[in-house]
């Protein structure tokens, strides 16, 4: 075993709640209200019935976890099960850049359900949640950007981050916790082929990932062993799934970066590739009064991990692969200004318009772009207007991102509009809801949640 692998389960094992700065705790909340405003929001949409149906058949009749989707209980591996694969559908939730890993999706459904069937506290909960998150996100930057041409990040890296919060809730020691990722690095999976069938996989990698991390907890706790050296092993998780893995970032000054407040809130519906160039055309637009006709041609200059990604979606053929969909994501920018769960669900998929501003839209690796990446989302788009004009559009930090990011009172807003969409909860409900989590780190428990 590492000294970096010893050094990670160690700081897993001794963090506790008091060790949190208070930048920490409520930042906690913001992911949290913001991960559960996606889970609302995608509780209807396809596939999660199916996810939610097979926990019915499958699962307990009851127990002391919420089903957050349908409002049954049922056991902490089903909920999480059903839960993660909910929260990931509509493509608002969070992602961490350097680490390409969108943790709350994974983090979250295994922490609650482990907080519900203990009886955790809302303490509990947030120190569990911070653990998944460094964890998660150092072992995703570890297995670098060769991991992630082939492997969903989410699947594979999450089932370890989600396994991390739910032995947390556990009290799990340090060798527990060096069990712990061996049993959870080994089943992790998630491959990025779905995306050319517009299959719907990519919540199965969410639901398995913090379902499969409640499992590997559980067992920990009751004695199973894993792998010792699974990050670092010769036949371990680098070996098999990195081409450029660089150990030095699983102790990263742990307990010093704190990680999980360089997380990004999403703010258009859609694949995170997409969002620097979304917001890049927003900005030409807005400089030069362009409306969609005086656009002859848009080229996105990006990096290799979005044209690995959206390269491999041409006319989508689902409002899911449509968010994967780089001309379609510009074309509902540049007709419509915004790119929301509105726009997508309302606008049909063959809207000759946005058909006809998609075919204007071309990717091209920019070194500038890539060689900032994954540390940073350059965005930069060269617009050509159709009286022979050559515009430039220059981003930064994408709306979200930890520079730019969103407080609490657009938090809120995103909350409620998602939550509209679904139309499963009242205003007041909404309130109720919102008014909970920002009071997450009083509560004696967290059951009933909603």
């Not at 208070?22 to 995608?42: H, K, P, Y």
């Not at 609650?112 to 303490?123: D, H, W």
């Not at 362009?290 to 080229?299: H, Q, R, Y």
């Not at 060269?382 to 515009?391: A, I, K, Q, Y």
């Amino acid at each position: 075993m590492s000294d970096a692998t010893r050094a990670l389960a160690s700081f897993l094992a001794e963090l506790r709640y008091e060790d949190l700065p208070e930048a920490v705790v409520a930042r906690t909340e913001d992911l949290f209200l913001d991960w559960l405003g996606s889970l609302i929001a995608g509780s209807g949409q396809h596939p999660i019935p199916l996810f939610a149906g097979y926990a019915r058949r499958m699962g307990p009749a009851s127990g002391a976890v919420q089903n957050l989707v349908d409002g049954t209980n049922t056991s902490a591996y089903f909920a999480a099960l059903v839960n993660g694969a909910a929260s990931h559908v509509v493509e608002q939730d969070d992602l961490h850049n350097s680490s390409v890993l969108h943790p709350a999706t994974v983090v979250f459904p295994a922490a609650l359900a482990m907080a519900q069937e203990q009886g955790g506290s809302g303490r509990d909960l947030i120190v569990a949640s911070v653990a998944g998150y460094e964890a998660g996100i150092r072992i995703g930057e570890f297995l670098g950007r060769s991991h992630y041409r082939i492997f969903h990040t989410t699947g594979t890296v999450g089932t370890l981050a989600a396994a991390v919060a739910a032995g947390k809730i556990l009290g799990l020691d340090r060798d527990g916790f060096i069990n712990l990722l061996g049993s959870a690095g080994t089943q992790a999976s998630g491959l990025w082929e779905f995306l050319r069938d517009a299959a719907d996989s990519k919540q199965l990698h969410t639901a398995k990932a913090a379902a499969d991390g409640v499992l590997a907890a559980c067992l920990t706790a009751d004695g199973l062993t894993g792998a010792r050296n699974i990050l670092e092993g010769d036949q371990g998780l680098a070996a098999g799934l990195s081409r450029d893995a660089d150990a030095r970032f699983l102790d990263d000054r742990l307990g010093e970066r704190w990680a999980l407040s360089e997380t990004s809130f999403k703010f258009h519906a859609s694949c995170r590739h997409t969002h620097p160039a979304a917001d890049a055309l927003l900005a030409v637009m807005r400089e030069h009064d362009l409306k969609a006709d005086d656009i002859e041609s848009v080229t996105a200059r990006v990096h290799q991990g979005a044209i690995d990604v959206l390269g491999r979606v041409d006319i989508p053929a689902t409002i899911h692969q449509a968010k994967f969909s780089m001309g379609t994501v510009l074309g509902l920018i540049a007709l419509h200004g915004h790119a929301g769960l509105s726009e997508f669900h309302q606008i049909p998929l063959d809207d000759a318009a946005v058909a006809a501003f998609r075919d204007k839209v071309t990717m091209q690796l920019d070194a500038e772009v890539d060689g900032a990446y994954p540390a940073r989302w350059l965005g930069r788009v060269d617009v050509v207007t159709r009286d022979g004009r050559t515009l430039h559009g220059s981003i930064d930090e994408p709306k979200g991102d930890p520079g730019n990011t969103l407080n609490r009172a657009e938090l809120e807003d995103k909350f409620r509009r998602l939550a509209r969409f679904a139309g499963t909860l009242s205003e007041d409900a909404m309130g109720t809801v919102i008014e909970r989590v920002w009071t997450l780190h009083d509560a004696d428990n967290v059951t009933p949640l909603i």
